[in-house]
Structure formats: C-alpha cells, structure tokens
C-alpha cells in the first residue's frame, strides 16, 4: 500500500500543487487547511509523514505539531515545515517542538519529494535496526532505553511487536521467502521502469498510460510485495529475481 503523507497549508494553491505532485509521486495524500483539522485526520488516518505550514488559522503549526508530539504513537513520525519565516530563533522553535526539516517558501517541488524520500527511508531504517543486533542489548528509544527482549514498537504504527517478529520480518525483507508474486505483464513492465529510477511520469510516458493509472500499478505492486515505498520494492524484485540483468 503507498504510504500516507498529511499536508496542512491554509493556501489553497501551495496545498493543491503539493498534493497533486506528491500523488503523481505515488503517495497517498490527506489535506487540511488548519491545524485543527489536521490533528483530526492525524488521529483518524495515522499518516506515514506531516507536511504542514507553521501560520495557519485556528491552530498554527507549532501547535499543530506539539499536540502531535503528545501522543506516545506519533512522538517518531516525520514533520516537515513548510515556512517564509527563516530566522534562527523561529528555526530552533521548530526544532524544539518538534519537526524534523524546514523548507522556506517558496520551494521546488522535487526539493520537498527528495525530503520526503530521505526522511521516511531514515526512519524505516531506524525501525528496522533493533532486528539487526545479534545478541540482546538495551536499545535507546525515544524515551529512554529498554532491553532487547522486551516488545518494540513500530516507529510509525507503534503497534507493538516482539524481537521474534520483528527478527523474522526483518530476515523475510532481507533475504526473502523464495515466493515470488504473480504479476500480470503490465505491472511487470511498470516494475521494469520503476527499477531503471523513472518516476511515474516517466513511465507513463513510456507505455502511453496517465499518471494515474501508473500510480494503480505501482499501489498494486507494493501491495503484492509488501513494499513501503519504492526502495523497497526494487530490493525486492532483485532479490527475487522479477527484473532482468541482476
């Protein structure tokens, strides 16, 4: 399934340009336009990353976002600032409640997706580094530290886990199941070009299809590989051999 980002602007153009791009992209998008309304859809979507514009009315970003940091299961999740105030003393505001990337307007939007990218492949490592450590250990948390025997939690569902499972899931991404999907010619033709690094409308433009519905391939393909995101997915069609000339 593409992961969900969050975007809050109470600019009507800024919030259609970034969603339009990013679903282009093949993310799954959720918009609001205030800081109230946001946090109601942080609660009922639970998104993968928050894009959000600091002056908002109702509830700006600041707020926005230190609300978010309240809830034990989104202390982790990725928040990128989209801004025009670019002093340091508003800079370290942000830091301090919270926020992991500014970005001052205006901005190009391939910056802002290869800040997304970055940051979600950053903390998809960081989940899955507990399962990496051979012998047991006290890992360092976000609040504290805990042994490695006790549950994990997933840094962006904060479902809790055991090291067992998270072991295995780990080993499966890793070194895979040897059960390849069925896939049909098109999705393989879309994997073929989602390998070489085109985005989808590059691809689109490719196979002579729209942006759209290469972005149904590329759902469909992360849902039949259990894939994250893209990185994920061409790790998993060289592991099991679904592209030629690996």
């Not at 259609?16 to 799954?28: A, F, H, K, Q, R």
């Not at 809830?71 to 105030?85: D, G, H, K, N």
């Not at 006790?150 to 080993?171: V, Y």
């Amino acid at each position: 399934m593409p992961l969900t980002i969050l975007v809050a602007d109470d600019d009507f153009a800024t919030r259609l340009s970034i969603t339009d791009y990013l679903e282009i992209t093949g993310y799954s998008v959720i918009a609001a336009e205030n800081g109230k309304d946001a946090l109601g859809l942080v609660e009922e979507f639970q998104p993968h990353l928050i894009v959000t514009d600091i002056t908002m009315p109702e509830m700006d970003g600041y707020e926005f976002v230190r609300r978010v940091r309240t809830r034990p299961a989104f202390r982790l999740l990725p928040v990128i600032f989209l801004t025009e105030r670019t002093s340091t003393q508003e800079r370290i505001r942000g830091y301090q409640m919270g926020c992991d990337n500014y970005l001052a307007k205006p901005f190009e939007l391939p910056e802002l997706g290869a800040v997304i990218r970055s940051l979600l492949d950053r903390y998809a490592l960081i989940a899955q580094a507990p399962s990496r450590s051979p012998e047991p250990e006290q890992m360092p948390t976000a609040t504290g530290i805990i042994a490695n025997d006790q549950p994990q939690t997933d840094f962006l569902t904060q479902k809790p886990e055991t090291r067992d499972s998270l072991r295995d899931s780990s080993f499966a991404r890793v070194y895979g199941t040897g059960d390849a999907p069925n896939l049909t010619q098109r999705e393989q033709e879309v994997l073929d070009l989602v390998t070489e690094g085109l985005s989808n409308v590059q691809i689109g433009d490719r196979l002579h299809l729209s942006p759209r519905t290469i972005e149904k391939h590329v759902s469909s393909l992360f849902r039949k590989t259990e894939s994250n995101n893209r990185a994920e997915l061409v790790r998993f069609a060289m592991e099991h051999h679904l592209v030629g000339n690996w």
